[in-house]
């Protein structure tokens, strides 16, 4: 494998690892606990939990670690479209809205993808998504990289993040129904919000901040590009930048909380340094220490994790470990066989993935 491959390795095993918890690794910690009884896995199922507001869980990080790995895909191929002509440029646009439009389909469909179905009436229907919100970011992001110099791409960056700060605490709180969020959602965003809340967590404005996370990761796979096959350099600036990035949310978190549901910018920069952090370490573990058995498990999983991300909604995965495996979960201790279901769902995920991944079958928008 050339070092450009690998490090594309490290990613899909990042990407995998993010998924892995979507595909139901978040349901292993609560068995493990009824039968060992260890506080880890205490503490692991509390960090399984989205923070209800101000705070920050490792489960918060999940969906901008996606939102930056889509980032570092554009870093890595450091495309610039300026000075091409219009008509080398044209299909270039035409498969980046075509990707737009298919994200917000999907994420449609994820959001009614099983139950009472796809409402009627199309005011019922929720636009806003998890698989929208990664498709605009990204498709932004990709405007500026392949629009703008590296120096403008920072200072978009920084713009968006202060912007975005003074645009919260100056049009509105930071309370789900006092919030500016609420304002632009219950006045633009079309069909009906998530749980019928005042604001959307994937609404309108609180994407925008997200853009920024997808620019982190270019920002990260630009510097894996240019420095390939210099292990060294490229952790030290991974760590680095993590680190700037933690503490400066950190320290912004004591005026302009770190919350997901508004995506602030404090939660942008805590969210962007994990990536940072969990990049350097699946960097060091898949390129340059090559764990083939561990990156090969999340790589089979992160190469195609759109529809992974898909099927967690379509398919009845615990109906079906139920049907395999319920007999001998029956005949075990309560927590055993909780823990055997539990597996289960990700083995059979897994093993789907798999056919696929062996077949060179790899689907993406």
């Known amino acids: 494998m050339t070092n450009k491959k690998q490090r594309l390795a490290s990613v899909d095993a990042l990407r995998g690892f993010d998924m892995f918890w979507i595909i139901g690794g978040e349901a292993l910690f609560l068995p493990l606990l009824a039968l060992t009884g260890w506080s880890i896995f205490h503490l692991g ?22 939102i930056f790995l889509s980032g570092v895909t554009l870093g890595l191929a450091n495309k610039s479209l300026r000075d091409l002509p219009l008509a080398q440029r044209a299909p270039v646009y035409r498969k980046a809205i075509k990707r737009l439009f298919l994200l917000v389909f999907l994420g449609i469909i994820y959001n009614h993808g099983w139950g009472a179905g796809m409402p009627a009436d199309l005011g019922e229907i929720r636009y806003a998504s998890v698989l929208a919100r990664i498709g605009f970011a990204w498709f932004f992001a990709a405007m500026i990289v392949w ?41 633009f965003l079309p069909g009906r919000s998530y749980q019928n809340r005042a604001y959307d967590p994937e609404g309108l404005l609180s994407t925008i901040p997200a853009i920024v996370n997808a620019l982190f990761g270019v920002f990260a796979g630009r510097w894996l590009a240019k420095h390939a096959g210099n292990h060294a350099t490229i952790l030290k600036g991974l760590f680095i930048g993590a680190a700037i990035c933690l503490v400066a949310g950190f320290l912004w978190h004591w005026v302009y909380p770190v919350n997901k549901e508004l995506w602030t910018s404090s939660f942008v920069l805590i969210t962007c340094g994990c990536s940072l952090l969990l990049l350097s370490v699946f960097y060091l573990v898949v390129d340059m220490w090559q764990w083939k058995t561990f990156s090969y498990f999340f790589s089979v999983i992160g190469c195609n994790a759109i529809l992974v991300y898909l099927g967690t909604s379509l398919v009845n995965w615990q109906y079906s470990s ?35 991944y062996k077949r060179g079958i790899f689907i993406s928008p």
């Open 147 to 187: 629009h703008c110099g590296i120096r403008t791409q920072y200072g978009i960056a920084a713009s968006i993040l202060l912007g975005y700060w003074l645009l919260q605490v100056t049009a509105g709180d930071l309370t789900a129904n006092g919030s500016v969020n609420a304002w632009v959602d219950l006045h």
């Open 322 to 356: 139920k049907s395999l495996f319920g007999g001998i979960a029956a005949a075990l201790s309560e927590p055993a066989g909780a823990l055997l279901i539990a597996v289960g769902v990700i083995l059979l995920q897994w093993l789907v993935l798999h056919f696929l």
């Open 45 to 66: 199922h509390g960090q399984m939990q989205h923070t209800p507001w101000h705070g920050f869980s490792f489960y918060d990080l999940i969906f901008p670690l996606f």
